[in-house]
Nanobody, 120 residues
C-alpha cells in the first residue's frame, strides 16, 4: 500500500505565495511520475503541473510562469505557487504513478487533498 500526504495549503492574499509538498510512503520500488491536480467547487479536476522521473516539467497554461514543480527527492514533490490569483482557489491533489516491485507496472495513487484559498 502507498500513501500520499500533502501539506502546505492555506489562505493567502492575491499576489501571495504558497508552497505545497507531497510525501509518498509505503511499498515503493520507484515512482515514475508525480503531479499536482486541482479541483475548484463545481468544476472538474484539472492537471496543474507534472513531472516524469528524469524529465522536464509540464504546466497548465493557466499557471505557466507562476507555478514551479520540483522533485525534492525520489518520493517527494513540491509545488511552489507565486503570484496567486483568486481563480487558483481549489483543493490541490498530489498524484503519483508508483511501481511497487521490480519489473512491475505502475499503480496510480492520489493524496487526500489540501485546500488553497486565495482571497483578500
Amino acid at each position: 500500500q502507498v500513501q500520499l500526504v500533502e501539506s502546505g495549503g492555506g489562505l493567502v492574499q492575491p499576489g501571495g505565495s504558497l508552497r505545497l509538498s507531497c510525501a509518498a510512503s509505503g511499498s515503493i520500488f520507484s515512482i515514475r511520475d508525480m503531479a499536482w491536480y486541482r479541483q475548484a467547487p463545481g468544476k472538474q479536476r484539472e492537471a496543474v503541473a507534472g513531472m516524469i522521473s528524469g524529465g522536464s516539467p509540464n504546466y497548465a497554461d493557466s499557471v505557466k510562469g507562476r507555478f514551479s514543480i520540483s522533485r525534492d527527492n525520489a518520493n517527494m514533490v513540491s509545488l511552489q505557487m507565486n503570484s496567486l490569483k483568486p481563480e487558483d482557489t481549489a483543493v490541490y491533489y498530489c498524484y503519483a504513478a508508483v511501481v511497487t516491485r521490480k519489473w512491475g507496472s505502475p499503480n496510480y495513487y492520489w493524496g487526500q487533498g489540501t485546500q488553497v484559498n486565495v482571497s483578500s
